[in-house]
């Protein structure tokens, strides 16, 4: 999960920008965390007390209001509403994180992701965008190789993750949609050696960069054994007293290192 939330910092100073280079400070004045991190802990909460998915989003996002939520996201907090919208976004994808580190099988992590998923985004390409990115996270974890991570993904959900970050970046842009964000951030993760190296192909992508980032940063976290210290603490340092409390105390219930 820590690794979704740097991630998310890293990236929120690139979206709309179109970068299409690795080279770029990782944090600047202006990082900032987004509605990436602000959901990816409401998940976390929920996970930790057993509280409603419904309840904690729409308690979190009107605590947070700035943080660049997507508008039918948003529209559904003014509301109110404690029914989905059938989105495809992927929101459902940038939240889970916490998903794929807080439980043993990976029939109870899909079976989270798509609980997780369905309070907003129950379109099938929003439910798939959400398990796909958890098992990806559990399974890094779980110690599998990128090989197996690979065919496991493209068997269960059939992303085409055969391409690499090279030929995707020229014509890639701005997409808000789970299926053409996860695979290229799952792609992000496989053609990477270490943590900030995937963080930053996410990034040279060019398209929904705090997103990417989030899901790239948060299956990437999994696999190389946590967040660099230096990393973690920056990304820690931005957010306030509540938000890093919940995190602190997930990542202590779940074994997760932190700096």
Known sequence: MLGAIAGDIIGSVHEFRARKTTEFPLFVAESRFTDDTVLTIAVADCLLTGSSYVDKFHEYSRAYPDRCYGAGFWRWVESGSRQPYNSWGNGAAMRVSPVGFAFQTLDEVLNEARASAEVTHNHPEGVRGAQATAAAIFLARQGESKRTIRSAIEKQFSYDLS???????PTYSFKESCQETVPEAITAFLDSKDYEDA?????????DADTLACITGGIAGAFYGGVPGSIATAALAVLDEGLRKTVTRFCEVYGIATP
């Open 199 to 207: 963080v930053r192909l996410a990034i040279s992508l060019g398209g």
């Open 163 to 169: 391409r690499t970050i090279a030929s995707i970046r």
